[in-house]
């Protein structure tokens, strides 16, 4: 018999003499456009906090009357005693902001995306044999992996597409056209979290209306972060109100906490609630985080000046990072990836600029490809002109020291 600590001791050497430990760093502040750290003020560069929500006073003051007037817990699944009027209200309202009919709440999108596809693809559903198709970008959330894992092989077929590629996508659509499945669907992250850039949704929404396929993203880098009224990937390339499918989390600009949702049809969502495992048998989000995630899209509402503070924050962020002589990504997102080739030095960026009270974190090999190296940095509207500056100015100093710009 073998001894399971001596093998995951083994194992924790393995991860770590492949320099792929991932080290936690203790935060002592609240998220915010600066954080403090060891007692230190940092410039914080690597949250998801894109809108400053995550301490902002308006969704701190929601969440607090959330524990106010429905407690701190409703201590039950949706379908027992778990849904209360703030449930509802919130899932109609992310329907609503997303042009969909309906919604429904997970305790996050990794939920979300684990209790879509099996709940569909397992199913008979009218057959007593049946094959379906699902086509998978290649670099899709890890959530959208695992929740294509749970669906039986045997009759589900996948198929990975290269990143982004229509091409290969559309050869592998043609190759499909004539075969007898039952159902066919695409899925996609609306924005891919490593590299910040945008499926192409007017050419997937040609192609999946072309096929007879259903169109799913998974929107979470992108709601409340792009599209002019923060309505995401759709908005921003003008296919509103013509994915078939969202999902999303509560988790990242829309007050950084927790949660997660699908949205689509309303007899879609209503299957949902009878099928999905993680919503059914999972615990109903908090009071808090319910009024607060409300709160979040009131005031993404009525203020825009908060989602063009964003904009303008990414905007210069990436003007001045290029002039410096940096090599970037480009695009539009706040997710700005700085290449740099090789793992060690990345590595030794990274601690450069955390001495220098940049808080920021370095990819690398498996997580991204290898010679990939980069740092990815995130702006968020939370920061500060002074903020931005002073990173540019620690970038520009450990740039010169380590040789990346001259
Ligand atoms: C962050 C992220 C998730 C996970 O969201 P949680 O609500 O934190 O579980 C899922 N999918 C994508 C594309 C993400 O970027």
Redesign the pocket.
Known sequence: MSDLNTIIKEELERINDANTFKFETEIESAQSGTVKVSGKVMVMLAS?NYLGFSNHPKIREAAIRGINDYGHGVASVRFLCGTQTIHRDLERRIAKFLSKDDSILFS????A?EGLFASLFNEPLGMDEWQDVIYTDQFN?A??IDGLRLCRSKSTVKRIYKHMDMNDLEEILKEDEDKDFRFRLLVT?GVF?MEGDLAPLPRLVELCGQYGITLTI?D??ALGVIGDSGRGTPEELGVQGEIDIITG????AMGGA???FIAGDKELITYLRQKSRPYTFSNSLPPSIVIAAIEAFDLLDSDSSIIAKLKENTDYFRKEIRLLGFTILKGIHPIVPIMLGEASLAQEMAKSLLEENIYIKGLWFPVVPKGEARLRTQLSAAHSRDDLDKALSAFETTGKKLGVIS
């Open positions: 998801n996050s999108c990794f939920a995306n959330h959530s959208i992250d979290s998974d979470s880098h989390t509560l988790g990242k927790a949660g997660g």
